[in-house]
């Protein structure tokens, strides 16, 4: 049985910014593929999942991420269009999901790819040419409504900021513990008056 996660509010936000593709790949290639389309400045997701190798007389078993989609590449296409004519010199790509009538390249639904991204046990990819997150804006000792995640509505006091995750300590069934949050997942308490 898969087991869904839940998409943050800026992973949804960015998939439904983008238009996207399925490119396939050489196969064993996704990796290698969305490596050089992001090193073109192409926004490339390759879902994956995390499965045991089988053991052999050389390795031994252990827990390894494969594609969750054999030899298949998700580009996103934002403001810039995809130059298809620069994709089809890559040599890691072998064709791409097309609209049988027409030929060209076919449009996946952004509610196609953000099935697909829950069903992915890593996360979306990081747009190149984003800012990083906002994190002037939040300073230990401010309250905070959490706006995604399990701890969707509540609000809580931030008692450090940490590469661009708040850490909040709060009491969970008699005990202290420290609770981790993206920044993106945050907005700012109003101040009672």
């Given at each position: 049985m898969t087991q869904f996660r839940n998409l943050t509010r800026r992973e949804r936000e960015q998939a439904g910014r983008l238009t996207w593709y399925a490119l396939k790949a050489r196969p064993q290639g996704e990796y290698r593929l969305q490596r050089v389309l992001s090193d073109m400045g192409i926004t490339a997701f390759v879902p994956s999942e995390w499965r045991w190798r089988k053991k052999s007389r050389y390795a031994e078993p252990k827990k390894t991420q494969f594609p969750a989609y054999?030899?298949?590449?998700?580009?996103?296409?934002?403001?810039?269009?995809?130059?298809?004519?620069?994709?089809?010199?890559?040599?890691?790509?072998?064709?791409?999901?097309?609209?049988?009538?027409?030929?060209?390249?076919?449009?996946?639904?952004?509610?196609?790819?953000?099935?697909?991204?829950?069903?992915?046990?890593?996360?979306?990819?990081?747009?190149?040419?984003?800012?990083?997150?906002?994190?002037?804006?939040?300073?230990?000792?401010?309250?905070?409504?959490?706006?995604?995640?399990?701890?969707?509505?509540?609000?809580?006091?931030?008692?450090?900021?940490?590469?661009?995750?708040?850490?909040?300590?709060?009491?969970?069934?008699?005990?202290?513990?420290?609770?981790?949050v993206s920044v993106e997942d945050m907005d700012l308490e109003p101040k009672a008056a």
């Open positions: 054999k030899s298949i590449v998700f580009v996103g296409e934002g403001v810039n269009r995809l130059d298809w004519y620069r994709l089809s010199e890559v040599h890691l790509i072998i064709g791409c999901l097309a609209n049988p009538s027409t030929g060209f390249p076919r449009v996946i639904n952004v509610d196609d790819i953000q099935q697909v991204m829950k069903a992915a046990t890593t996360p979306l990819f990081e747009l190149h040419d984003e800012a990083p997150a906002d994190l002037e804006r939040f300073q230990p000792g401010e309250r905070v409504r959490i706006t995604d995640g399990i701890l969707a509505g509540e609000v809580l006091t931030i008692r450090e900021i940490a590469d661009g995750v708040a850490h909040f300590k709060r009491d969970l069934l008699g005990k202290e513990v420290d609770i981790p």
